[in-house]
C-alpha cells in the first residue's frame, strides 16, 4: 500500500475568488508549512522574501523563499483553513502518485464512509 496523507483540496489567496484545486500532503511531522512556486504564480501571490534554514536528521541548508499567506478548501468547500504564514519552495519532495486510493482504504472498516476524492491535478502544495 502506497496511500500517504495526500489529499485534494482548493487553494486561494486570502481575499481573492480565483481558486486552484490541487493536491496537499499533510505533514505530521513539519512545523512549517510549504507551498510550491508554481502554484504560488498561478494564484497570482507575493510576498516578503526571506532566508530559510532547513533542517532534517542529516543535514542544515539554507535556502531564499518567500512568505505568503494561503486559503486551503476541502473540495466541497465546506471547510476552510486559514495559513498566515507559508514559505514558497521550488520543488516540494511529495508526489502526487503517493496519495491514498479507493483500494488502499477498502480494507480498513472503520474507512468505510470515507470518500476519496480523485482531481486531474499533478501539482502539489
Known amino acids: 500500500m502506497t496511500g500517504l496523507a495526500v489529499i485534494p483540496v482548493k487553494v486561494k489567496a486570502p481575499g481573492r475568488a480565483n481558486m486552484v484545486k490541487t493536491y496537499t500532503s499533510l505533514e505530521n511531522g513539519s512545523n512549517t508549512s510549504f507551498f510550491s512556486e508554481e502554484l504560488a504564480k498561478k494564484l497570482g501571490l507575493s510576498g516578503r522574501e526571506t532566508s530559510l534554514s532547513l533542517t532534517t536528521m542529516e543535514k542544515n541548508i539554507r535556502t531564499e523563499c518567500v512568505v505568503v499567506s494561503l486559503e486551503v478548501l476541502d473540495i466541497d468547500e465546506e471547510n476552510i483553513v486559514e ?43
Do not use: M, N, Y
Not at 498566515?84 to 486510493?101: G, M
Open 83 to 125: 495559513l498566515p504564514v507559508v514559505f514558497t519552495r521550488p520543488k516540494l519532495p511529495v508526489s502526487v502518485e503517493t496519495a491514498a486510493k479507493r483500494e488502499d482504504i477498502d480494507p480498513w472498516p472503520h474507512l468505510a464512509g470515507v470518500t476519496v476524492h480523485k482531481i486531474e491535478q499533478k501539482l502539489i502544495c
